[in-house]
């Protein structure tokens, strides 16, 4: 065993990424890293008793090119006895139909897809890929430059959890030139993807401006960068646990929406939770899959909406999720849930389903309970049929008790109705427009007054939380 292998092999015991009788599925493209992990894997396969099986993907960018380069991996399978996983994904295609989207994150992301399917379907439980140091420092110096959350400032992992196991990646300790030196002390024969020197990928000009630089400067620079991308990961991990904890007190999941219930208690969470509570909750809203151009300075300017005093602010964040300040609130919800207007025709006796599923009840009883608000009327005073609409310009209403009458919208803010609710507010008026009674709100003047020789009509509204 080579210089090479005894570090790779050091490597993986101290991470602990393989044990004895270990299945495992190697993603391979044909490329000097991945041929190179493969042969590696070959070597040390009788002595720790592996099981190996290849995956191959052609993304189709280079047409008969790449597919020769697929039956290449698949014949290199073969004379090593490997077996072997491939299949042609027409990622172009995919990328027209996702305009704006990144050619290279759309790659990934069916890659990675293929990979999990073939797992699934083999039940391997452990993806290895040939991501090398120099790779390491490409990742964290881009991911810096961009702006990005802490997690991933940490760069690659060396293991993390994918599909129903693990993503292993145990060259992460070598270079690429200690990689291409071994492919030439044995005699590999890998293939050459002309993609990887051209200047319009972002990796590529840190690879070939960047890196010769640092390198100059410290030829063990990426054993710095390992070290700093583990010492990164554990420090998130453990101050990840404990935003989980202050997320579970201060913020409220729904769908699609989260919401923070107390921005002055949020407020007393230390600041390093805070950031990651508002990642857990993009995390939430995205589905684990942040768009690529949502970075740091978004987190930040979350942050300057929850911390400043303006009752109500609105930010935008990328793929239509809005964030709202509404009073001591603060709501994460996509713009693309719109709100509807309504206008109900309610007829006695009969009751209605509002949108938002609370309830409006008519009846000659009134049903005790302290979380329902109700509205007494006569016949005499009100004009039937009753309407439940949402609110108009202009709205106002003769609150009952008081001189004159008053805007509804003043009556929102004063009661310190979130905006995003306001929308939808039930409004119940008699057939003549008059405003009978604003649920939870305001009773008007219009109210009757309950009498024993009357035969009194309750109106009552039931939020679905009761029900």
Not at 113 to 139: C, R
Not at 257 to 268: A, N, W
Request: hydrophobic share 35%; with cysteine; aromatic share 10%.
């Amino acid at each position: 065993m080579d210089e090479f292998e005894v570090k790779v092999k050091k490597f993986i015991q101290k991470h602990q990424l393989l044990q004895h009788g270990s299945c495992v599925l190697v993603g391979v493209s044909g490329g000097p890293d991945s041929l190179a992990l493969l042969y590696f894997l070959k070597r040390v396969q009788k002595d720790w008793n592996l099981t190996i099986t290849v995956a191959h993907v052609d993304h189709m960018f280079r047409g008969e090119e790449s597919f020769a380069e697929m039956k290449y991996v698949e014949s290199i399978c073969e004379n090593w006895n490997i077996p072997f996983e491939g299949k042609r994904i027409n990622v172009p295609k995919a990328i027209e139909e996702q305009p704006g989207a990144s050619s290279e994150a759309v790659a990934r992301e069916l890659r990675y897809s293929y990979f999990q399917s073939v797992m699934e379907k083999l039940q391997i439980p452990l993806l290895v890929l040939a991501h090398h140091g120099d790779d390491q420092i490409e990742t964290i110096l881009m991911h810096l430059t961009r702006g990005t959350t802490k997690k991933a400032a940490s760069g690659i992992q060396v293991k993390r959890t994918f599909a129903k196991g693990l993503v292993i990646r145990p060259f992460l300790c070598v270079t690429k030139k200690e990689i291409e030196e071994y492919v030439h002390n044995h005699q590999l024969k890998p293939v050459y993807d002309p993609t990887n020197v051209m200047d319009i990928y972002t990796r590529n000009r840190f690879r070939k401006k960047v890196l010769p630089f640092l390198k100059s400067e410290n030829p063990n620079v990426h054993i710095h960068f390992q070290r700093f991308s583990e010492w990164m990961t554990e420090d998130e991990n453990y101050l990840m646990d404990l935003a989980k904890e202050a997320y579970n007190k201060n913020i409220v999941e729904g769908h699609d929406e989260c919401e923070i219930t107390s921005i002055k208690d949020f407020l007393e969470v230390p600041l390093p939770l805070q950031r990651r509570c508002i990642q857990l909750i993009l995390n939430y809203l995205y589905h684990s899959r942040l768009p690529e151009n949502l970075s740091s300075l978004h987190i930040e300017l979350i942050m300057d909406l929850i911390r400043k005093p303006n009752p109500s602010m609105e930010i935008h964040l990328p793929d239509e999720v809005r964030v709202y300040r509404s009073y001591e609130k603060c709501i994460f919800t996509f713009s693309s849930l719109s709100i509807t207007t309504y206008e109900y025709e309610w007829k006695r006796g009969e009751s209605i389903t509002l949108p938002n599923g609370d309830r409006l009840f008519m009846s000659n009883d009134l049903q005790e309970n302290l979380n329902r608000d109700a509205y007494f009327i006569m016949d005499a005073n009100t004009g039937f049929p009753l309407y439940v609409r949402t609110r108009e310009s202009g709205d106002r209403i003769q609150v009952k008790g008081m001189n004159g009458s008053r805007k509804i919208k003043k009556l929102f803010i004063d009661y310190k109705v979130p905006k995003r609710d306001r929308g939808q507010w039930p409004i119940v008026t008699d057939c003549h427009g008059n405003i009978l009674w604003v649920p939870l709100l305001k009773r008007s003047a219009y109210e009757g007054e309950y009498s024993s020789n009357t035969k009194p009509i309750y109106l009552q509204y039931i939020k679905q939380s009761d029900f």
